[in-house]
DNA sequence: AAGCCTTTGTGAATAGGCGCACAAAGTCAC
DNA sequence: GTGACTTTGTGCGCCTATTCACAAAGGCTT
């Protein structure tokens, strides 16, 4: 075990893995809906149930953030919300600019998860002329051309790429120019940016593709596989990969 | 190495690794681009280059599949994208229903990629009775009330859910007794189901707050936090989970 | 037909994540 | 105040994934 005294350091010291990263938004959520029921104070078991994880895993994960449980009792579910948050950032707001108003990019206007958790979409751009103008879920289409300077005047920080795929690596490099350091791409390219900068991506296509290779797997395999072999775990997990959207 | 008789059993064998599988359908995008460019052979490192991933790891996962590259010269583009699609189950068709069509299941509804790789929608179902019948996309939204009917009767073997999060359990409780085992949520819930069902997620909102996260770090961490320690590696490839979009 | 050059396929080393199982720490009842 | 009970925090071994580096394989030129 490591010494007492290094315990300061060792708390979110200088890396906190990426597989734990991308679980406390899970456990954030499943805290919020325990605080909205009331409940004070859980326990690792309860908690992973609810976010679907292993109750070892969930206990490691939280001790990168610090020794925030209290033995033989459990986790503080307000204290708790509060360290995660405070550690994914979201005591603070950030500026989000949606790229390319399509049939996604308007669903992704009105989505109603951005404002609740600190996300706040202060632009809407498109480069087709015939939406520009448009009020889409209370803000109008502004022209593409005025890319960095939104960004600028705003302080846009992250920016969401929804446009046609042939579009998203000219976007991106314009967005990338203008200072922005994190990109969530739902185009489906594999964009190519600078060291330092953090680009995320959602496909709905390679999910699809995914979920089509165990089903062809549980069904009997391309030709003479053995049926049955292989299966997906099955338990409601899964890790993976996500890619993006296809114009 | 392994013996020159097993090689056959090895292709395939029990196990593609998930991580490859998660893989595959970023290289078939890239080898249907270079198909259409008319570019007839890709050595390793092109093709590794325009997927964004490092060539030792591409011969490997391709090797996963069968030998099907040729030394000194590289894998023919046709050839590949035929083993890749087969490996996928993308050489049959796959009959898809979307559940709910609110703002994200409009979008889901008419996004394009779905028809352009052997994924075909068949169904759209909703529970609010003010948009049943309403056409989108060409189809006409269905009352929920049809699922199981529908599902039995179109073959519908993979159903995407794209409801409020107060209804994905039960609704995925109604598809999975349907008899079906892939399903992809939108949804911001964990979704429970028994063994052999494959559930594969979606989450904006996560990745927003992963985003977040390392926005966050490259800018100073939350207390006094070493600036620029940690950062992201920023190559444009992320790995990770995803999860689902708030209703 | 012989040798050079390119590129694959893969062993081996490394890194990272997962989950078991348990000692340490703390609560609660009496 | 003491002891029984609960639950955290984590050491450890296992397994998967990544990357390097190179021998084997094939084509191409002369």
New interface residues.
């Given amino acids: 075990m490591t010494s007492r005294q290094n315990r300061t350091r060792d708390r979110?010291e200088?890396?906190i893995p990426?597989?734990t990263?991308?679980?406390?938004?899970?456990y954030?959520?499943?805290l919020h809906a325990l605080q909205d029921r009331g409940v004070a104070t859980v326990s690792s078991e309860e908690l992973a149930a609810?976010?679907?994880v292993n109750s070892a895993k969930l206990r490691k994960d939280l001790s990168h953030l610090g020794s925030y449980g209290t033995r033989g009792v459990g986790y503080e579910v307000e204290y708790l919300v509060y360290q995660i948050s405070?550690?994914?950032?979201?005591?603070?707001d950030?500026v989000?600019a949606i790229i390319g108003v399509?049939?996604?990019g308007?669903?992704?206007a009105?989505?109603?998860?951005?404002a609740?958790?600190?996300?706040r979409v202060a632009g809407l751009l498109d480069a087709d002329e015939s939406v520009i103008g448009q009020e889409i879920s209370g803000m109008t289409v502004e022209h593409i051309d005025r890319l960095e300077e939104i960004i600028a005047e705003r302080g846009v920080?992250?920016v969401v790429i929804a446009t046609p795929a042939a579009a998203a690596q000219t976007v991106c490099d314009r967005v990338v120019a203008a200072g922005v350091?994190?990109?969530?791409n739902f185009a489906?390219v594999?964009?190519?940016?600078?060291?330092?900068?953090?680009?995320?991506?959602?496909?709905?296509?390679?999910?699809?593709?995914?979920?089509?290779?165990?089903?062809?797997r549980?069904a009997g395999?391309?030709?003479g596989?053995?049926p049955m072999?292989?299966?997906?775990?099955?338990?409601?997990?899964?890790?993976?990969?996500?890619?993006a959207?296809?114009?």
């Avoid at 990263?21 to 899970?26: I, K, M, N, S, T």
């Avoid at 350091?181 to 969530?184: A, D, G, K, P, Y």
């Fill in positions: 979110a200088r890396g990426e597989a990263v991308a679980r406390l938004p899970v954030l959520r499943a609810a976010a679907g405070r550690e994914l950032g979201l005591t603070q950030w989000v399509g049939n996604l308007r669903a992704l009105g989505y109603g998860g951005f609740s958790r600190g996300f920080s992250i350091t994190s990109v969530l489906p594999v964009l190519t940016v600078p060291e330092g900068v953090d680009v995320r991506k959602v496909d709905l296509s390679i999910e699809l593709q995914i979920l089509a290779f165990h089903e062809q549980k395999g391309p030709d596989y053995d072999a292989g299966g997906v775990s099955g338990n409601g997990r899964a890790s993976g990969y996500v890619e959207v296809e114009a």
